[in-house]
């Protein structure tokens, strides 16, 4: 079975651009996370979707930021316009539908430098 | 507001010796507790997931205890081994939605 994963490994863009970040969860997965590490810091939740309804986005830092799920399959994070402190690692996860027992499944992760 | 720390930071031991990791959490109102490993540049990997319910949690080498009235969590692995090299992250479930609150890691380094 194919577990989370995110595409691409690794963007570098300049300031102001922008980019996109695609996950695939585990198929079935009804529960899909996005969480982020910038440099020195814990990794942070930024939201959750439950198919493709969005359930929790309080960790979402800004409007800059627009995550989509359409279809309730893969989802997408979208920078726009990208910043120096976007800068980090973007994690993706998946769950199955059990309410507060599941288990998350992470992806690699895709590394945003922002220069 | 849910607060995870790990002790120590960072911990390098001879091969064949017992790891010890410690999590702490502020709010014992946790759904599970779970621990991941997470080599350089590459992903998290589960380790286990400890229920509320539970007190502790065993796979091969690694045994996972919960005391979620004090907030604790500890990480044993036996008999450590170089491949044992990695950054270790707790991290608890603070609502049923499975939100994660992580702490900041323990890297540990196994030498031969």
């Known amino acids: 079975e194919a577990g989370v994963t995110q595409f691409p490994s690794h963007s570098v863009i300049e300031k102001g651009q922008t980019v996109t970040l695609r996950c695939d969860p585990i198929?079935?997965?009804?529960?899909l996370y996005w969480y982020r590490r910038v440099m020195g810091k814990e990794i942070k939740f930024l939201l959750h979707?439950?198919?493709?309804?969005?359930?929790?986005e309080s960790g979402m830092p800004n409007n800059r930021f627009l995550a989509e799920r359409t279809g309730g399959t893969y989802s997408t994070l979208k920078v726009q316009p990208a910043e120096l402190e976007d800068s980090g690692v973007y994690f993706c996860?998946?769950?199955?539908?059990?309410?507060?027992?599941?288990?998350?499944?992470f992806g690699e992760g895709s590394r945003l430098t922002v220069l | 507001k849910q607060e995870v720390t790990q002790i120590p930071a960072a911990l390098s031991v001879p091969e064949g010796e017992n790891l010890v990791l410690n999590c702490s959490f502020t709010?014992?109102?946790?759904?599970?507790l779970q621990w991941f490993r997470q080599d350089p540049g590459k992903g998290l990997t589960s380790l286990l997931l400890?229920?509320?319910?539970?007190r502790e949690q065993t796979s091969g080498r690694l045994n996972a205890s919960l005391d979620k009235s004090s907030g604790r969590s500890t990480l044993y692995i036996a008999a450590s081994q170089p491949g044992d090299s990695a950054t270790y992250l707790c991290?608890?479930?603070?609502?049923?939605?499975?939100?994660?609150?992580f702490g900041a890691g323990t890297q540990v380094v196994v030498t031969p």
């Open positions: 996860a998946s769950s199955s539908p059990n309410r507060g027992i599941g288990e998350l499944f």
């Open positions: 198929s079935g997965h009804d529960n």
């Open positions: 979707f439950v198919k493709e309804s969005k359930q929790d």
């Open positions: 709010d014992s109102a946790i759904y599970n």
């Open positions: 400890i229920q509320s319910s539970q």
């Open positions: 991290a608890v479930m603070t609502d049923s939605w499975g939100k994660l609150q």
